[in-house]
């Protein structure tokens, strides 16, 4: 028997890690590279992919490449896509698990031609059951990572099959320069798949720790600051109501003097250059895109680090807001 190689063997333990057939999963070079390789084979035939306006940017991004358009949806509370103001011309769509947080997708109130998830900043947390494709990011600050990578999982496997063949500039199985349209340079090397497997080795415990990160910033963070439980912890996002864009800048930017790696919370795609003045913007988006920031819940933290971010975070904010 043919020994595996890196990738192959990533593909197999990741899907079994998610509770998934191996057949679906499709090891690539980005989380990007997976959002688009989704959407190239899934290829529907209504052009239009509904998603959550407070978003990162790979996502619509991802729906253009395969000559799609997205459409954007407010958020709610938990910074999750508002499914009740999904339009009813809804054909696809695209949910964002957003800092870990799970969309409850038993809450779709019709039935789509096309479902893709990004779990990239929510590993740990299993597909729904109805999802054509979800995708994964393996990028350094993921809760399983290496250097840089990705994968898709496909509920039917011939997706799969046509999947590994547009990540590999759409060569056929045979190999003769026949290609299958639309293909792109997204493989997966084996030195990344090298970096990850130790990772995903370490998955359980690895978001134990980031649990416990959570549990140090709640004692910390003042109560009127703190967001909704995450399902899974990757980052952990807080937020200061009635700060404005200007302040949030200050704030951040103080942090980052004083070395801590905190970051503002991702802006509406209907803000952004590509998008702009091309839909309605979302109030919510735009209000909790100002009033969110997020530190790091990495595994190496410590209680003394969280402590210690958080003084930081008072002091500045005492006198920026």
């Known amino acids: 028997m043919k020994e595996l190689e890196p990738f192959q063997e990533l593909e197999i333990k990741f899907a079994q890690w998610n509770q998934l057939d191996p057949k679906g999963m499709v090891a690539c070079s980005s989380g990007t590279a997976a ?101 994964w990011s393996f990028y350094k600050n993921k809760q399983i990572y290496g250097e840089e990578g990705g994968a898709v999982w496909f509920r039917d496997p011939k997706h799969a099959k046509l999947a590994r063949q547009l990540r590999s500039l759409g060569f056929t199985d045979d190999h003769d320069f026949t290609h299958v349209p639309r293909g792109h340079n997204y493989r997966m090397s084996n030195a990344h798949a090298r970096l990850i497997l130790p990772s995903l080795a370490e998955a359980d415990v690895n978001l134990a720790k980031r649990r416990q990160v959570e549990q140090w910033y709640d004692a910390k963070v003042p109560k009127e600051w703190q967001m909704p439980p995450r399902d899974v912890v990757w980052v952990y996002d807080l937020r200061i109501p009635g700060m404005t864009s200007e302040q949030q800048d200050r704030l951040v930017r103080g942090l980052n003097q004083r070395g801590v790696a905190a970051r503002h919370c991702f802006k509406p795609m209907t803000t952004l250059e590509e998008w702009r003045g091309t839909q309605p913007v979302s109030p919510n988006a735009i209000r909790l895109s100002q009033e969110v920031i997020y530190l790091p819940a990495n595994p190496y933290c410590t209680a003394w680090d969280v402590d210690r971010m958080i003084g930081d975070l008072l002091t500045i904010a005492d006198q920026v807001l």
């Not at 938990?78 to 339009?87: A, H, K, N, Q, S």
């Open 35 to 135: 959002l688009h390789l989704a959407w190239e084979t899934l290829n529907p035939a209504g052009k239009i992919v509904d998603m959550c306006d407070l978003n990162m940017v790979a996502c619509p991004r991802s729906v253009v490449l395969a000559d799609m358009e997205p459409r954007f949806t407010d958020c709610d509370h938990f910074l999750l896509v508002e499914l009740g103001d999904v339009p009813d011309t809804c054909d696809n769509l695209l949910v964002t698990h957003l800092y870990g947080r799970q969309v409850d997708l038993t809450e779709i109130r019709r039935e789509v031609d096309y479902l893709v998830e990004d779990l990239a900043e929510a590993h740990g947390l299993h597909p729904f059951r109805d999802t054509d494709a979800a995708c």
